[in-house]
């Protein structure tokens, strides 16, 4: 059990017993907004479904990753390759005709690259450096 389940399952432990958030931050020397947060989900659900709520976060939405599709991801990675030095990614997000953040999370997630522009820049550096010095 990952470290923040076991966090969220002693919060939630905690409130069925009957203690107030205040009480389980200094317990358990959780961050405040974390037992809030907990506490208010837990109390917005007691309402409705007499206190069912389970330590698990929400899934991720998928809208990202349905729009970084296959075809999407081999367009960007073409588009990159073959002109590195376009500064931007919300030009690329223009050309794509889609957002910036689609474009930002692609290069980060999907072709696992910290920075098109640098890898492409220090290509160009090193590039130039056999062009002067091995001729």
């Given at each position: 059990?990952?470290?923040?389940?076991?966090?969220?399952?002693?919060?939630?432990?905690?409130?069925?017993?009957?203690?107030?958030?205040?009480?389980?931050?200094?317990?358990?020397?959780?961050?405040?907004?974390?037992?809030?947060?907990?506490?208010?989900?837990?109390?917005?659900?007691?309402?409705?479904?007499?206190?069912?709520?389970?330590p698990?976060?929400?899934?991720?939405?998928?809208?990202?990753?349905?729009?970084?599709?296959?075809?999407?991801?081999?367009?960007?990675?073409?588009?990159?390759?073959?002109?590195?030095s376009?500064?931007?990614?919300?030009?690329?997000?223009?050309?794509?005709?889609?957002?910036?953040?689609?474009?930002?999370?692609?290069?980060?997630?999907?072709?696992?690259?910290?920075?098109?522009?640098?890898?492409?820049?220090?290509?160009?550096?090193?590039?130039?450096?056999?062009?002067?010095?091995?001729?």
């Amino acid at each position: 059990m990952s470290s923040e389940l076991e966090r969220r399952t002693a919060i939630i432990v905690a409130l069925r017993c009957g203690r107030a958030p205040k009480e389980i931050i200094d317990f358990f020397k959780y961050p405040k907004a974390t037992v809030y947060s907990i506490s208010k989900s837990f109390k917005e659900l007691e309402d409705i479904e007499e206190g069912f709520i389970t330590p698990e976060r929400k899934t991720p939405d998928r809208s990202q990753v349905r729009k970084r599709s296959a075809d999407f991801i081999d367009c960007l990675q073409t588009m990159i390759k073959d002109d590195p030095s376009v500064p931007m990614m919300s030009t690329l997000a223009e050309r794509l005709n889609v957002h910036r953040t689609t474009v930002l999370h692609a290069i980060h997630e999907d072709l696992r690259c910290n920075s098109y522009v640098l890898r492409a820049h220090t290509s160009n550096l090193v590039q130039n450096w056999c062009l002067e010095n091995l001729n």
